[in-house]
């Protein structure tokens, strides 16, 4: 049953995406900033987390999830060390992700040569 | 006048065909994810989330190798959002980017532009999630 709540949390994200690159003028850049905010706003009364629990991986995969890790790493961070905490925690849980891709990008940049 | 001729000569998408495609791609996506999820917190004996990073590593190790065959920009032109909004896109970008450079070199080129594309998504998500988290901290004390 999980299978297909993500199946269906992420093709969603994904149509609502494509939408708005076909009938407005944004580009690629500002649908992902837009949902990147979109998922930090969404955690402020925790209704991500409530898609997380539904969708499992599907609603781990797309950008939105991004912001909602950011917030989420700054507030379980305040908890514990109050107003700085927001600052110092706010990495904590996309650190993984944003190391690997400048790690495998920078890496593989010297292996392969552009392709055009 | 202007505008009526160049809504007459420009090529005409099929939008439908566009969403359905980034609708059945993006559930793919999703299903992988959550495929990936339950894979690893098999083998490696793990809660599933931490088996979530483990999944969002290998994705974006895919879409940088992908991208590096010269896969993915072909594929991302017919499937649109389905991959753009994925975590795949953001590895795309900051691959693409550091590619397109390497010829200027290691620091001027590769390391002052590699977050060209992909630094919009890093300085929206960590200014929106400061004010949002601080609306969060002082009206609900992160209890929710």
């Known amino acids: 049953m999980i299978y297909f709540n993500a199946f269906i949390f992420c093709a969603v994200v994904c149509l609502i995406g494509q939408i708005i690159l076909d009938h407005t003028s944004l580009t690629a850049g500002h649908v992902t900033t837009i949902f990147v905010v979109t998922g930090a706003f969404l955690d402020i009364f925790s209704i991500y987390d409530k898609f997380v629990l539904y969708a499992g991986g599907g609603a781990c995969v797309p950008i939105t999830s991004f912001g909602h890790s950011l917030i989420h790493g700054a507030i379980e961070s305040a908890k514990n060390n109050g107003f700085i905490g927001l600052l110092m925690g706010m990495f904590d849980l996309t650190a993984s992700g944003i190391t690997a891709a400048i790690v495998f990008s920078f890496i593989l940049s010297f292996i392969f040569k552009p392709k055009d | ?144």
């Open chain 2, 1 to 144: 006048m202007y505008k009526s001729l160049v809504n007459k000569h420009k090529p005409k998408e099929d939008y439908l065909k566009n969403e359905v495609i980034a609708f059945i791609v993006g559930g793919l996506m999703g299903i992988i994810a959550q495929a990936l999820i339950d894979i690893y917190s098999y083998i490696l004996n793990i809660p599933s989330k931490d088996a979530s990073t483990f999944m969002i590593v290998t994705l974006i190790f895919i879409g940088c190798l992908l991208t590096c065959l010269g896969f993915f920009d072909n594929i991302v032109k017919k499937c649109g959002a389905g991959l753009i909004v994925p975590i795949t896109g953001f590895a795309h970008s900051m691959m693409s980017a550091a590619l397109d450079f390497r010829k200027e070199g290691m620091i001027n080129g590769i390391g002052a532009n590699m977050f060209k594309l992909a630094g919009s998504v890093i300085v929206f998500g960590v200014v929106s999630a400061y004010i949002f988290g601080l609306i969060r901290y002082l009206f609900f004390g992160g209890a929710i």
